[in-house]
């Protein structure tokens, strides 16, 4: 049986903006803990935590790594999750792991862009969360101000636990809030703070708030129970202070997250059953298996590794449990102990212990092992996209590949082909993000990509009813080739019910059939009589029809919203074949398309920017008079943000993020939705057009 029970574990996300502290703690961790021997640092490309080469050439975490060690009693599984906005996915995966989120503050920058989305998030995942004041060892601190900031943010469930004695260099140690003692150079008096913290700590419970006001104090046994429930409940947010690069303050925070971080088996946890049922998850090593996997890494040395959180049952080397969503189950070849990069052979995992295996095509991120359907994290959608091509020529298959790994780690980058503009479309967080990824590709696998600016997937269509024909007729000897096509064409908005318009006897009183096609939103409506076109021939007509809808009119853009009335039509009893009517069939759509005025259609998508308070009015200025955007109000996103919403146009905002980045000192944050295809501007159209005209004219 494990060692380790469910109530003594404790599952902690590192999570902050980016600089903060957050590896340093980590390696800070292992070396207190004894769990590793020699001293790490990030500056010098040692840390344990950053062991991926992009990582020490940038000096800052890429992907969430996770260590181990044991401290009081309990053993820690601690996740140290990237710290800029570009990698929020790896944080927000750990958070789908762990119990308890530490927030970790830079206490010379303080509350900083990302401080405030993984706040956020880990709220969202309804983890316990705590407040990490880092590098106190630093210089320009001031710390009322970075207090009064905290509780802004935070609120003033953010309470100090502990108070630190000077700052910068003279930072010399910590004075614990509940058993207060006057030292000389505290930043804070601590005695001030004990009564209020007391308050605090008993209101989470009835009996001990009343035995509080009857002038009993709770017992050492029961004030790291009442403080855990606080956390639990979101009525405490722990503050604690630390120099994790000189020591001061460590061994009070590792004792503090021993005593109050959430155990494993506190948080309620639901999942789904195969007839869609909700159940509640307990940390039960007797109970049926529910394993998640969390994070998903491609090693070049065993292939790929699945991190998994046990959330019940026990997990056995060699086993074969079900997995959600396929008819086989999945046989566990052999489970890991995880530390940053090494794995360590262990023959069991139970509910809170984290594992990893390996070699397993069968299991991505957010797939559950077990009966039940743990629920799937939510991810940002990636905003930033790129056509790529590979470097060298012939270099396509192995790109695809790569680019596929890229994508199965990280759920923020995603690859896809658009059928329309032919381009391979690499999209992630930011341009940061990609440039990363770029390197990645290059280092493990030996492929470089040629970059640019991804091609605005326009559609064409039509505006008012027009009619057209068109003659095909070939003579070369034997056989010839003849088919002659007359159309009507009529405008069709997206959302029209294609059976009611085609069976409206006013329009079409001769009407034979009619098909629809949802992908144009195409309707094509056969009301010939008298045979001058055999039925037989109908299929190649349609044929046509699409190929010149694919390849477009007018930009080389697909045709969409229109309905096609073929209602009349020549042959010959010799030379009309199939070929003939699918070519007569393209010259008809053409010369009549041209006749009913045509014109371009351009993505609309729902815009969300999140910004300062004091940004809003330079956003909205921006997004209307130079995005041609629409403004649909702003709303209050809380912490002095607020969010601007508005339509805009796709093609004013692939390069939004250094916009908002330089607009908003990279406080911004946006989101995008598709909404639907609107009519281009007929100056903007014309620009498009001649430009689709000149590249005609070069190839």
Known sequence: ??????????????????????????????????????????????????????????????????????WAGKHFDVFDSPGYPDFIGGAISAMGASDVAAIVVNASAGIEVNTRRVFAEAKKAGLGRMVIIAKMDGDNIEFDSLMDSIHGVFGQEATLFNVPVGHGANFKGVVDVLKPTDVEGALVDPNSLH????????????????????????????????????????ALIP????????????????????????????????????EGETVDVVADPEGPVVAQVFKTRVDPFVQKINYLRVFSGTLKTGMTVPLVGSRKGFKIAQLFEVQANELTPIDEATPGMIVAVTKTDELHTCVTLGDYAMPEFTFPTPMVGLA???????????????????????????????????????????????????????????????????KIPYRETIQQKAEGSYRHKKQSGGAGQFGEVHIRMYPFPSGTDPEEFATDKGRFPSLKDWKYFPKNNFLLVDTVVGGTIPSNFMPAIEKGFLDRMESGVIAGYQVQDLCIEVHFGKYHPVDSNEQAFRTAAKGAFKETFTKARPALLEPIVNLDVTIPVDKVGDVNSDVVAARRGR?????????????????????????????????????????????????????????IIAKADLKEEEE
Request: charged share 30%.
């Open 631 to 687: 403004p649909l109000g702003v709303e209050d996103a809380g912490g002095g943000f607020q969010t601007v919403k508005a339509e805009v146009p796709f093609s004013e905002i692939t390069t939004y993020s250094r916009t908002l980045a330089s607009m908003t000192g990279g406080q911004g944050s946006y989101s995008i939705e598709f909404a639907r295809y609107d009519v281009v501007p007929g100056n903007i159209q014309s620009e």
């Open 388 to 454: 790529a091509f590979p470097k060298s020529r012939g270099d396509e298959a192995k790109v695809s590949i790569a680019l596929g790994k890229l994508a199965e780690e990280d759920p923020t980058f995603k690859v896809e082909r658009n059928e329309q503009t032919k381009q391979l479309v690499i999209t992630g967080m930011s341009d940061l993000h990609l440039q990363v990824l770029q390197e990645r590709l290059k280092r493990r696998d030996k492929v470089e990509l040629d970059t640019r600016e991804q």
């Open 239 to 274: 503050v604690f202070c630390v120099s994790a690069k000189t020591g001061v303050g460590l061994k009070e925070l590792m004792d503090a997250l021993a005593a109050y971080a959430l155990p494993a088996n506190v948080l309620p946890r639901t999942a789904t059953n195969a």
């Open 1 to 70: 049986m494990s060692k380790y029970s469910p109530e003594n574990i404790r599952n902690i996300v590192l999570c902050g903006h980016g600089g903060s502290g957050k590896t340093t703690l980590a390696d800070a961790f292992l070396n207190a803990s004894g769990k590793v021997k020699r001293q790490a640092s990030v500056d010098d490309g040692t840390s344990i935590c950053d062991f991926d080469d992009e990582e020490k050439a940038h000096k800052y975490t890429i992907e969430t790594s996770c260590i181990n060690f044991d």
């Open 195 to 234: 009564e209020s913290l007391i308050e605090a700590i008993v209101s989470v419970d009835d009996a001990a708030m009343e035995r509080y006001f009857e002038g009993e104090l709770p017992s050492d046994e029961e004030m790291p129970k009442l403080i855990a429930k606080g956390v639990k409940e979101e």
